[in-house]
């Protein structure tokens, strides 16, 4: 039963609402309101073909070894999940070639040849020390790494992936994405463990399943398939369905984009992302190499990564003969069309000797969904404006909390949002202030999104 006020109204119902509901209902049972657009509860699983998968994540989501303790530890113990460990074997084509990725052994040496190594080791330090402001993506690029690398990898992936001139994006991009320099390569080479992922038992989606449960136990109120609501902040109040309910505090965990528009606030337009389609293509032919992740950073290529969910997920095996292969092609909405989409990608997967002619695709079961706000466009001055919508609103309104994930970027962050998300619920616990939550945020933002 829905009340009239509540001490904490969360807008979004997926991993970083949901920890900071999960912290807050604890103590304040009855007292917590999520609401989320999407009408069900599992918006990155899809049921498909029975036989084939109960659900489906919508993208191939895993944990990485490197993941925070306390979030790993959350899931198995707390949450009951089992966690598979998987080598990972995946594969960076480049130039021709398969390396191990990350790159992480003297491969990328060998196939470059020691002088040219030897070489772009010295054009690096020279673009350090010729650059003296690194702003932009390019300069940033360059210094970390050497030329060959950002001409095959950095350059042409940012084109892809960002689709806009090289010259409007910023270093932050190199900050939040890229690890790589000589130093921390040298420093792979020298440790060459191996590297594992994680694997929930049923996908990513039994962590929210799970959650949800306990939330359910901590009477947490749910208002699903609903974004048709108006905030008035000036009286802390959401009305939605016909009944205007007052919060004592509100977190928002949505675009922040769609957020100021609730409130009126004045954003300047530079908060806009990229999305990426990905298309589920089943196809009659397995692999003809043995790796799981492929990533595609040439431009060329359609897509930026393939994933064979069979590969690293045995319950995700086809009753049939097919082989499901997840395509991610970054794009604007609409920028494609279906066909046109899965023809490129058919011709790169046999360019890239992942098929070979004789395949046939099954055109029913091929199916595309696409996310939004995906890629960040790191334009230059982005952060600085950022910082403004951000400190403009929490200093306006002391009851407002705001994040959300695409901070972060694309992949592998789970642990940094559950962690950032749970932080936020302790800090409201102790009624710590928004502009003290601020400065929190402005760690997380400087993570570095392992891939
Ligand atoms: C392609 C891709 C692959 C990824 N792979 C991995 C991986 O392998 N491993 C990993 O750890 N992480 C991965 N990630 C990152 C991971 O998905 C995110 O960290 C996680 O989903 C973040 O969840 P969130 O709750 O912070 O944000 P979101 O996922 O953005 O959730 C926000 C919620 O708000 C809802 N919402 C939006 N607008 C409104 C509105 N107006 N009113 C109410 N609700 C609204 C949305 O429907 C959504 O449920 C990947 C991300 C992408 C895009």
């Not at 066909?339 to 890239?352: A, D, H, T, V």
């Not at 790191?378 to 200093?395: A, F, M, P």
């Amino acid at each position: 039963m829905l009340k009239n006020k509540y001490k904490y109204i969360i807008l979004g119902w997926w991993l970083s609402g949901l920890s900071t509901a999960y912290v807050l209902s604890r103590k304040y049972k009855e007292e917590v309101l999520v609401i989320e657009k999407n009408d069900t509860l599992w918006w990155l699983s899809r049921t498909i073909v029975t036989n084939l998968w109960d659900r489906l994540d919508i993208w191939s989501h895993r944990l990485q070894e490197s993941y925070l303790t306390n979030i790993i530890r959350f899931i198995s113990r707390e949450l009951n999940i089992k966690l598979n460990n998987i080598i990972r074997l995946s594969k960076l084509y480049i130039n021709n070639w398969f390396i191990s990725y990350p790159i992480n052994s003297f491969e990328l040496f060998k196939k470059i040849s020691i002088l040219k190594s030897v070489w772009s080791l010295a054009q690096s330090f020279y673009y350090k020390v010729k650059f003296k402001q690194k702003d932009t993506f390019e300069k940033t690029a360059k210094s970390r790494v050497w030329d060959y690398i950002y001409e095959y990898f950095y350059q042409s992936y940012a084109k892809k992936v960002w689709g806009t001139p090289l010259w409007e994006l910023s270093n932050s991009i190199m900050k939040k994405r890229f690890r790589l320099n000589p130093f921390t390569l040298a420093w792979q080479v020298l440790s060459k463990s191996k590297r594992y992922f994680l694997y929930p038992k049923w996908w990513f989606w039994k962590i929210v399943d799970n959650i949800e449960s306990i939330l359910i136990e901590n009477k947490v109120e749910f208002i699903l398939g609903e974004d048709k609501y108006n905030i008035i902040p000036d009286k802390n109040i959401i009305e939605i369905n016909g009944s205007s309910i007052i919060y004592e505090n509100l977190i928002t965990t949505i675009p922040i984009d769609i957020f100021s528009h609730y409130i009126n606030y004045e954003n300047k337009n530079i908060l806009s992302y990229r999305g990426l389609y990905i298309a589920y293509l089943y196809i009659n032919q397995s692999p003809l190499i043995q790796w799981e992740t492929f990533y595609f950073p040439e431009e060329e290529f359609i897509f930026w990564r393939v994933s064979i969910p069979k590969r690293f997920d045995k319950s995700s095996q086809s009753e049939d003969n097919y082989t499901i292969y997840t395509v991610e092609i970054p794009a604007w909405k609409d920028e494609y069309d279906y066909n046109y989409m899965i023809e490129e990608s058919l011709i790169w997967l046999q360019k890239s000797g992942l098929i070979n002619n004789n395949y046939s695709i099954d055109y029913d079961n091929t199916f595309f969904h696409y996310e939004p706000n995906v890629y960040p466009m790191y334009k230059i001055w982005r952060e600085t404006n950022l910082d403004d919508v951000l400190s403009g609103i929490h200093n306006k309104y002391k009851n407002i909390y705001i994040s959300w994930r695409q901070w972060l970027f694309l992949h592998c962050n789970v642990d940094h949002t559950m962690d950032l998300w749970f932080e936020l619920g302790n800090n409201l616990l102790e009624n710590d202030n928004n502009l003290n939550w601020q400065k929190v945020l402005n760690k997380y933002n400087n993570c570095v999104v392992r891939d």
